[in-house]
């Protein structure tokens, strides 16, 4: 058996969803699901809907949610994270992103992360120290859980709250390699496209071709502002 596929049983699939993180935090503060549904204007029925993953919160609905918790609205979004490769895929994501990567501690046998993006490596400072803090029963596990789903707490504490992560800049190499990928990829979404239009052109099916380009254009334009983030 893989090496994976012997450890994946160890994840708890579900503890990381949206509505396990909100059950979690509304039991660990000891409010009952009819006063979270009062604050929230849903009912008790709701509530369990959403806990138990049967409904999904709209972006609202959440932010009342957390508002209700006194935690941070983005400690209850359900980041798939169901796999070992997922962790380390979010991982080799965030080192190509946003400048963190792997090393060694020789004194012991094991490894860390770190980062060079000045902000991330405070937010690591804050996390350790408040790490630290439990391993040396200063706090409880229920109020080292709470920071994290209220962090930043304040912008005393953190003053880059809200603060978009600013992307790592490509090299020259990497950005030829970029254009090249997202020129393929035009090519293939245009000319795919283009055969179904001309194929309505000479069924006479004019409004649906006239369609599929509106359709074609909005592609494209989105598809370009999209990766020019990674440009600038």
């Known amino acids: 058996m893989a090496f994976f596929d012997r450890v994946e049983k160890n994840l708890d699939k579900d503890k990381h969803s949206a509505g396990m993180k909100m059950r979690k935090m509304r039991l660990m503060k000891n409010i009952s699901v009819k006063e ?3 604050a929230c204007g849903v009912n008790d029925t709701a509530i369990r809907n959403y806990e138990l993953g049967i409904r999904q919160p709209s972006d609202e609905k959440l932010s009342g949610i957390a508002d209700c918790l006194g935690i941070n609205v983005s400690a209850l979004y359900d980041r798939k994270i169901k796999t070992y490769e997922d962790v380390i895929h979010i991982l080799f994501e965030l080192e190509e992103d946003y400048g963190i990567s792997p090393f060694e501690v020789k004194e012991t046998p094991f490894y860390g992360i770190i980062s060079q993006d000045e902000i991330l490596a405070e937010c690591f400072k804050k996390w350790y120290e408040k790490r630290k803090e439990l391993e040396n029963h200063e706090i409880s596990n229920n109020e080292y859980d709470c920071w994290k789903s209220s962090f930043p707490c304040d912008d005393k504490e953190f003053p880059y709250s809200g603060m978009e992560v600013k992307r790592s800049i490509l090299n ?18 245009i000319f795919d496209k283009l055969e179904l239009i001309e194929n309505n052109v000479e069924k006479g099916n004019i409004n649906t071709a006239l369609h599929m380009i509106d359709e074609l254009r909005k592609t494209v334009r989105h598809l370009l502002e999209s990766e020019a983030e990674k440009f600038t």
């Open 172 to 189: 020259e190499q990497e950005m030829r390699i970029e254009i090249k990928r997202l020129l393929r990829e035009l090519g293939w979404i």
């Open 36 to 38: 979270m549904g009062n």
